[in-house]
């Protein structure tokens, strides 16, 4: 390497101009431009000031073959703070995007035992939660949390599941503001046998709007019909209900005469 590429190099690794260099210096412009183009060498003391000025050896400078070994450790560390400081940014970007994702070792059935994927933006199929117990802004598994979720169990904002608990549900037995499930309980209860603000069942409905074969509530219709009055009891709702479904579950007949003396 000749001493013009040295010196544009050298001068360029700092962001410095050639005008810069020349103030620096005490010459002109010209001169600076000359020295880099290898149309001009400069005297000795400028060689000085410009190994002081760049932190090397004047042999560096003036050598065509040389030991580059100082230069190119500055280099090397302006360049590794250059990557390190890339490399932050990125991990920022990619820990903003993917949020964090595990996976375990262990498996069941060929379905990783637990699988989490919480992400501030999905990205794709990856970005779902697979497993015997899913947890993630979209899960699936036996055990599924998630703000979508599908599972034997489900809990989220949206859920579906043999039991599901959300703002939607929808499974066997379901929770939820809207659910629907052949239990459901919720504002909104649509099922074979439900409990809620507004229920309708295909068996019976315990609720203030109350729609079903059976129906227990402030507003109830149906073929058997139990409006709510002053002092109705747990147990006056379970005789009700025992009387006109005798071979109902016994817990639920504790959950339906529960709801159909408490909701008011």
């Not at 309708?200 to 203030?208: D, M, T, Y």
């Not at 073929?223 to 579950?249: C, N, S, Y």
Request: hydrophobic share 45%.
């Amino acid at each position: 390497m000749e001493f013009s590429e040295k010196l544009t190099l050298q001068r360029k690794r700092r962001g410095l101009s050639q005008e810069q260099i020349a103030d620096r210096l005490g010459v002109t412009r010209q001169s600076v431009s000359k020295w880099e183009s290898g149309a001009a060498v400069p005297e000795l003391g400028k060689l000085i000031a410009l190994s002081e000025l760049f932190g090397v050896s004047v042999d560096y400078l003036v050598k065509n073959t040389w030991d580059e070994e100082r230069p190119r450790q500055e280099g090397d560390r302006e360049d590794a703070a250059a990557q390190t400081r890339m490399e932050r940014q990125v991990a920022e970007l990619h820990r903003m995007f993917r949020g964090y994702r595990y996976t375990s070792a262990a498996r069941v059935f060929g379905l990783p035992l637990v699988s989490i994927r919480l992400c501030r933006r999905m990205m794709g199929r990856d970005d779902v939660a697979r497993g015997i117990i899913a947890i993630g802004n979209a899960a699936v598994g036996v055990v599924a949390i998630g703000a979508f979720s599908v599972g034997l169990f489900g809990l989220g904002a949206f859920s579906a599941g043999l039991a599901a608990v959300g703002a939607l549900a929808v499974g066997g037995v379901s929770f939820g503001a809207l659910s629907v499930g052949i239990v459901a309980v919720g504002s909104c209860a649509v099922g074979v046998w439900t409990c809620g603000v507004a229920s309708a069942a295909k068996e019976i409905a315990v609720g203030v709007a109350a729609f079903a074969e059976t129906a227990v509530g402030k507003d109830a219709e149906g073929a058997h019909v139990l409006l709510w009055g002053d002092g109705l009891t747990k147990a006056q709702v379970e005789e009700f209900l025992l009387r006109h479904h005798p071979g109902l579950w016994k817990p639920l007949v504790h959950l339906l005469s529960f709801f159909g003396a408490n909701i008011r």
